[in-house]
């Protein structure tokens, strides 16, 4: 059944005579009602995949950029430090 894509592929691949197309209707159209939901669902589904990746992507830039503030608010608290130790507290030769 590789290939077979649709209730239509089917339909063409078993070769139904229109008798048994006709006698089968009710069937063919609940499966054609559900593969329309189903294309639907997928679309969705993809749609919603992408802003989710669009939010997470987000997401990450500004925890990128919290990281580089954060990185930088410890080099200045570092040196902060290193100016408001008295002098008589630096070893020197």
């Not at 992408?50 to 040196?79: G, P, W």
Request: hydrophobic share 30%; aromatic share 4%; with cysteine.
């Amino acid at each position: 059944m590789d290939g077979i894509k649709t209730v239509d592929d089917l339909i063409k691949i078993k070769n139904l005579t229109p008798e048994e197309i006709d006698l089968h209707r009710e069937l063919i159209e609940e499966c054609r009602e559900n593969e329309r939901k189903i294309s639907e669902h997928c679309s969705a589904a993809r749609e919603n995949l992408q802003r989710m990746y669009d939010t997470l992507n987000d997401v990450s830039q500004k925890a990128t950029e919290i990281h580089r503030a954060f990185q930088r608010l410890v080099e200045e608290t570092e040196n902060l430090s290193l100016r408001l130790i008295p002098d008589e507290k630096f070893y020197r030769e």
